[in-house]
């Protein structure tokens, strides 16, 4: 009879030159088989190493900073996607009932609504604040696309400091319908420009705001002055009243300035 064929699977025992199936020790004399163990060892080492790598890229994937992106840019098939905007708030920012708490944020191409789950022992931003903000975004129903902040993510805010070497004598707040037709001058963060579309007899629209509150700054001037959301501004205009709102009327472009 022959002998029986041998595994290639097998290993050759040193200490008695017999082939053993794949084991740590010999079958026949009892002795470790050192190559075995090698391998394994190997094995061992390797899943170590890719285990590691994997913790490493995720620590890096975590506190690396999202591209900062324009709003307008911002489309539904972005959904989940990590992002990082900046802007102005149009309002202050509030805490809802939920415990959440809402910025809305204008970058001159759109507004989008930033919503944080995480208390926070400072201050909320004001209107007229510029922020820099990271998030997830999420798409929901209607492709109504908002940003939500991560425990990691955190606002950072360029302060409003009108109170300082911007501040105006006179308060947004102070300008009521008491004094219409009378001439006004003023100092205020812009946190929006509004344009009307074409052919349309709306006039501009430019949103002021202070530690005390905003002001509407309305104009039908041919050539707008050029500013954008965030300039602290100086105007000097006519206060008015349309639908018990007050307002102030730009009448020139020169009457309103940019002092940042």
Request: a positive charge.
């Given at each position: 009879?022959?002998?029986?064929?041998?595994?290639?699977?097998?290993?050759?025992?040193?200490?008695?030159?017999?082939?053993?199936?794949?084991?740590?020790?010999?079958?026949?004399?009892?002795?470790?088989?050192?190559?075995?163990?090698?391998?394994?060892?190997?094995?061992?080492?390797?899943?170590?190493v890719l285990l590691v790598g994997l913790i490493c890229i995720q620590i890096v994937a975590r506190n690396?900073?999202?591209?900062?992106?324009?709003?307008?840019?911002?489309k539904p098939l972005m959904n989940f996607s990590a992002v990082r905007i900046r802007g102005t708030l149009?309002?202050?920012?509030?805490?809802?009932?939920?415990?959440?708490?809402?910025?809305?944020?204008?970058?001159?191409?759109?507004?989008?609504?930033?919503?944080?789950?995480?208390?926070?022992?400072?201050?909320?931003?004001?209107?007229?604040?510029?922020?820099?903000?990271?998030?997830?975004?999420?798409?929901?129903?209607?492709?109504?696309?908002?940003?939500?902040?991560?425990?990691?993510?955190?606002?950072?805010?360029?302060?409003?400091?009108?109170?300082?070497?911007?501040?105006?004598?006179?308060?947004?707040?102070?300008?009521?319908?008491?004094?219409?037709?009378?001439?006004?001058?003023?100092?205020?963060?812009?946190?929006?420009?509004?344009?009307?579309?074409?052919?349309?007899?709306?006039?501009?629209?430019?949103?002021?705001?202070?530690?005390?509150?905003?002001?509407?700054?309305?104009?039908?001037?041919?050539?707008?002055?050029?500013?954008?959301?965030?300039?602290?501004?100086e105007v000097d205009g006519i206060v008015q009243v349309y639908k018990g709102q007050v307002q102030l009327?730009?009448?020139?472009?020169?009457?309103?300035?940019?002092?940042?």
């Amino acid at each position: 009879m022959g002998s029986p064929s041998s595994s290639s699977l097998d290993a050759l025992c040193p200490h008695c030159g017999h082939n053993v199936p794949p084991a740590v020790r010999c079958r026949r004399c009892g002795m470790r088989l050192k190559g075995r163990r090698r391998r394994f060892r190997w094995l061992q080492g390797s899943m170590i190493v890719l285990l590691v790598g994997l913790i490493c890229i995720q620590i890096v994937a975590r506190n690396r900073k999202p591209p900062l992106i324009k709003i307008s840019d911002i489309k539904p098939l972005m959904n989940f996607s990590a992002v990082r905007i900046r802007g102005t708030l149009e309002s202050d920012a509030r805490r809802l009932s939920s415990g959440s708490t809402v910025y809305m944020v204008n970058d001159d191409t759109g507004t989008l609504a930033v919503f944080s789950n995480y208390a926070s022992d400072t201050s909320l931003p004001r209107a007229g604040d510029r922020i820099t903000v990271s998030g997830n975004l999420s798409v929901g129903a209607g492709n109504n696309i908002r940003l939500q902040m991560r425990s990691t993510d955190r606002v950072v805010v360029e302060t409003a400091q009108l109170e300082n070497a911007y501040a105006s004598e006179v308060a947004l707040a102070d300008i009521t319908a008491d004094s219409p037709g009378g001439r006004m001058q003023v100092r205020g963060r812009v946190s929006r420009v509004w344009i009307p579309p074409a052919e349309s007899k709306a006039p501009h629209r430019i949103v002021l705001t202070d530690r005390s509150g905003s002001l509407d700054v309305v104009h039908w001037l041919p050539e707008p002055p050029i500013i954008r959301a965030g300039d602290i501004v100086e105007v000097d205009g006519i206060v008015q009243v349309y639908k018990g709102q007050v307002q102030l009327k730009l009448l020139h472009s020169g009457d309103m300035s940019v002092l940042d």
